[in-house]
T-cell receptor, first 114, second 113 residues
């Protein structure tokens, strides 16, 4: 079974802090993704990566950056946290970019910015 | 501009009856459609998918129907069970756009026993 592990289930940070969310997958998947989930908006793609050291902007990249130094690890960085970044953050991975290969999700990090 | 829409925020169904969850899309380039199920405090899990070259895919109690001309798909759950109570997300992808998933807002399904 594919395992996608997010380092924290709950996180509370202050406005202006630099925040790191970590995600690790154990199935040697090529692709990794970061989403945020907000009520009434579904899941929105922040950033994704097709390979080590590669990154692509998703639909809502503003205020975020990412890092993929190793194939199994994909980090999401909030450069200067703001209250509108309070959300549920979900990491996912998939073997390749083909549409018929579903993404596998972690359990999420609920981030609160005070 | 929401390309994938789930217009029903919630649905309540009696145990044993059919649950029908609907999804509409606007982009004709989408060539793959997926349904995910999400329990509280867990990540979404893949349920079933369908390619745009098909109009039906079945897996046990779950069937997805695709009507390309209407840009509409639906997920049927028969019979519904209390354990099916969850949020259901419809998602679509297009090879043209690198197969990134575009999600709908989700529908909360409650199955009453």
């Amino acid at each position: 079974d594919v395992k996608v592990t997010q380092s924290s289930r709950y996180l509370v940070k202050r406005t202006g802090e630099k925040v790191f969310l970590e995600c690790v997958q154990d199935m040697d998947h090529e692709n990794m993704f970061w989403y945020r989930q907000d009520p009434g908006l579904g899941l929105r793609l922040i950033y994704f990566s097709y390979d080590v050291k590669m990154k692509e902007k998703g639909d809502i990249p503003e205020g975020y950056s990412v890092s993929r130094e190793k194939k199994e690890r994909f980090s999401l960085i909030l450069e200067s946290a703001s209250t509108n970044q309070t959300s549920m953050y979900l990491c996912a991975s998939s073997p390749t970019g083909k549409g018929n290969q579903p993404q596998h999700f972690g359990d999420g990090t609920r981030l609160s910015i005070l | 501009d929401q390309q994938v829409k789930q217009n029903s925020p919630s649905l309540s169904v009696q145990e044993g009856r059919i649950s029908i969850l609907n999804c509409d899309y606007t982009n004709s380039m989408f060539d793959y459609f997926l349904w995910y199920k999400k329990y509280p405090a867990e990540g979404p899990t893949f349920l079933i998918s369908i390619s745009s070259i098909k109009d039906k895919n079945e897996d046990g109690r779950f069937t997805v129907f695709l009507n390309k001309s209407a840009k509409h798909l639906s997920l049927h759950i028969v019979p519904s069970q209390p354990g099916d109570s969850a949020v259901y997300f419809c998602a679509a992808s297009a090879e043209e756009y690198g197969n990134k998933l575009v999600f709908g807002a989700g529908t909360i399904l409650r199955v009453k026993s």
